[in-house]
């Protein structure tokens, strides 16, 4: 069984689109591959203090209470 040949859309080579290919359908392989940095991953976030936590679930609250009040309004 051939597969379909394809030509990529970034470089233009021609390649075999294999079923178990990784990657996007219209990328070569090596053109599908992911890109590698040389930066360390980025670290995890900082614990955030009460107040933060507070005023974000106030924030929270309050846009609850605007969505439902734009959702279930009474337009009489």
């Not at 021609?14 to 359908?25: I, S, T």
């Not at 976030?45 to 279930?72: G, H, M, S, T, W």
């Amino acid at each position: 069984m051939s597969f379909p040949i394809k030509t990529c859309v970034i470089c233009g080579e021609e390649f075999e689109l294999h079923p178990d290919k990784p990657g996007f359908a219209n990328r070569c392989p090596s053109c599908s591959e992911p890109e590698t940095s040389d930066e360390p991953e980025p670290e995890l976030e900082q614990p955030v203090d009460f107040a933060e936590r507070k005023a974000e679930a106030d924030r929270n609250a309050a846009r609850r209470r605007a969505i439902r009040d734009l959702l279930y309004r009474g337009d009489s």
